[in-house]
């Protein structure tokens, strides 16, 4: 694990003068923010408009001090990570071949795969995300050994074969999050939570250190295993309703931006997921709202008309069913209309 240093300033919160606690209906129940965090797990959530909060509650025995694992919620800040490289000139564009950046997938089905692909969740690559059942590939993934100096991750993925086209369609992988992550250390030359810290965490004022979970050849996970306070994680929604700004300057350019927050690729249908339905670079997308999402009720929804942020953080009873995110996407939607 790495420490993703704070810098000495803090970027503040205020709490505004008018908080919200919004009703609503669900299946026919009356619903509030307390019966919701009681039958979802929730742990915290806050809601920000203009950068002042007009929510925050814990649940689960937590307080603000405690930082939480963010999940998934750690591709979408990788993809913030892409931008940032691209803008510095570490990584040429989008349209990049990942085998310039990471040579040892000459060869493999990866030959031909660019960065929008792995940022679209495109590659076409196998990947069946199992991490139950000992022959999934999420399993043989985590369990690949360390050998000769090669990350287990690429040492697995380049013997993946090809089972589409690059580009084809959508197909949910976390390896083509960490094959990104892992592209982004070498473009920069430096660990990913060093970079985070660089461009992000100091500059930005994040309250406290997160902490990133890396992989036996000492490489971040890039598409799980940040550790974040849950202010900090909402202040990541509210760096990009400010233009992907941190101290004055721009971490990610607009445009990148515009793209990496609208829809790149449709989901399949019946696939929608906490009211969004597509996909843009580790961001999911919706009509009013875009969102990073993460196991078990992780999330950071960001309104930008509205400019306002919610972050999320639980850990459901069942987690990942239909319910469970139909659930929260209804108590997304009455947040967003209280906080309107």
Not at 112 to 141: C, E, I, P, Q, W
């Amino acid at each position: 694990m790495r420490v993703v240093a704070r810098g000495p300033q803090t970027q503040p919160l205020p709490v505004s003068v008018r908080g919200i606690s919004p009703r609503w209906m669900w299946n026919g129940q009356a619903m509030d923010v307390d019966r919701y965090m009681t039958e979802a797990r929730v742990s915290g959530v806050v809601v920000l408009k203009d950068r002042e909060i007009l929510l925050e509650r814990y649940g689960l025995g937590r307080t603000e001090k405690h930082r939480w694992d963010s999940q998934s919620v750690t591709k979408s800040v990788t993809a913030i990570l892409v931008g940032a490289a691209i803008l510095d000139g570490s990584i040429r564009c989008m349209d990049d071949l990942v085998v310039g950046y990471l040579p040892e997938l000459r060869g493999s089905a990866y030959e031909g795969v660019t960065v929008r692909h792995l940022l679209t969740m495109s590659s076409g690559v196998k990947f069946d995300g199992d991490y139950v059942n000992a022959d999934g590939d999420g399993s043989r993934l985590w369990a690949e050994p360390f050998v000769n100096g090669l990350d287990p991750m690429l040492a697995y993925m380049r013997r993946q074969p090809r089972v589409e086209a690059p580009g084809a369609r959508f197909a949910y992988k976390d390896a083509d999050t960490d094959l990104a992550g892992l592209l982004v250390s070498r473009a920069v030359g430096t660990s990913l939570s060093h970079y985070l810290s660089c461009k992000l965490w100091q500059p930005y004022g994040m309250e406290k250190d997160a902490y990133w979970m890396v992989n036996p050849a000492g490489n971040e996970r890039a598409n799980c295993g940040l550790i974040v306070a849950l202010r900090d994680l909402a202040r990541i929604g509210q760096f990009l309703v400010e233009g992907g700004k941190a101290a004055g300057q721009h971490v990610v350019s607009p445009e990148w931006l515009k793209h990496a927050t609208s829809e790149q690729i449709p989901l399949p249908p019946g696939s929608s997921r906490e009211g969004l339905t597509g996909y843009g670079y580790f961001w999911w997308t919706g009509r009013e709202y875009y969102a990073a999402l993460g196991h078990s009720g992780q999330g950071i929804f960001v309104h930008p008309r509205e400019r306002v942020v919610i972050a999320v953080n639980s850990v459901w009873p069942e987690p990942n069913t239909d319910a469970h995110r139909q659930a929260m996407g209804a108590f997304i939607h009455a947040l967003i209309e209280a906080a309107a």
